[in-house]
């Protein structure tokens, strides 16, 4: 079993549409957790940490359960330009020290006109 | 402009060519770590530091080396390329408690 596993998708969906992807994560020493966006052939990029209280950047909304281990990002009225690979990333490492990222293989989402 | 910068960008060699892929961060960054990306296997961590003279090994450290004697620099070693090392290699940088912001990209095929 992978130690973060998600959805490969594609999820297709049309523009402004709400749009969910999830994530679940093995190792419950996980100290820290983020979603990532790749565009195809470029380097990830990081989009938001993601806080256990849940957290809000504009249209996106990440969330985190860790009696269950699992991550979510929520993203609204979806536009074109959200079309990527979200990765699901968790930090491995201790003491808050970001130096073990274990990366999901990704979500594929493609918004449709 | 903040950045990691890799080179090269893309690279074709042979099987037992040593060669270096050289990284780069102007942020002062302590933690710095290399990626190798893979079809249907996502992200794997190579090796990372955690600063100067501090390395260890990531997921996948067979066949590579690295080293970080300055801080602002990460080299990816390649002592005897062979073909399962073919991949997309990313370098990445951060400070504590944070995520990495990765360079671009080395597309790596050895023949």
């Known amino acids: 079993r992978k130690e973060v596993e998600q959805d490969p998708g594609p999820f297709n969906v049309p523009e402004g549409a709400t749009v969910a992807f999830n994530c679940t994560y093995s190792n419950s020493a996980s100290q820290s957790f983020f979603w990532y966006r790749q565009d195809c052939r470029k380097e990830p990029k990081l989009l938001m940490s993601v806080y256990s209280s849940g957290n809000e950047d504009g249209r996106f909304t990440a969330q985190l359960n860790r009696a269950s281990q699992y991550i979510s990002l929520l993203i609204r009225d979806s536009k074109l330009s959200d079309s990527a690979t979200y990765l699901c990333?968790?930090?491995?490492?201790?003491?808050?020290?970001?130096?073990?990222?274990?990366f999901g293989t990704g979500t594929l989402l493609a918004v449709q006109p | 402009e903040a950045q990691v910068t890799q080179n090269p960008r893309y690279l074709i060699t042979v099987t037992g060519k040593k060669l270096t892929v050289t990284c780069s961060q102007n942020?002062?960054?302590?933690?710095m770590s290399w990626y190798r990306q893979d079809p249907g296997l996502g992200l794997r961590q190579i090796y990372y530091s955690m600063n100067v003279e501090v390395t260890d090994k990531g997921d996948v450290p067979e066949g590579y080396k690295v080293s970080r004697k300055e801080k602002r620099n990460f080299p990816l070693i390649l002592e005897s390329p062979s073909p399962n090392q073919t991949s997309l290699y990313f370098c990445a940088s951060s400070t504590s408690n944070y995520g990495y912001t990765f360079g671009s990209g080395t597309r790596l095929t050895v023949v």
């Open positions: 942020m002062n960054h302590e933690y």
């Open positions: 990333v968790v930090n491995r490492g201790y003491g808050g020290a970001t130096n073990k990222l274990i």
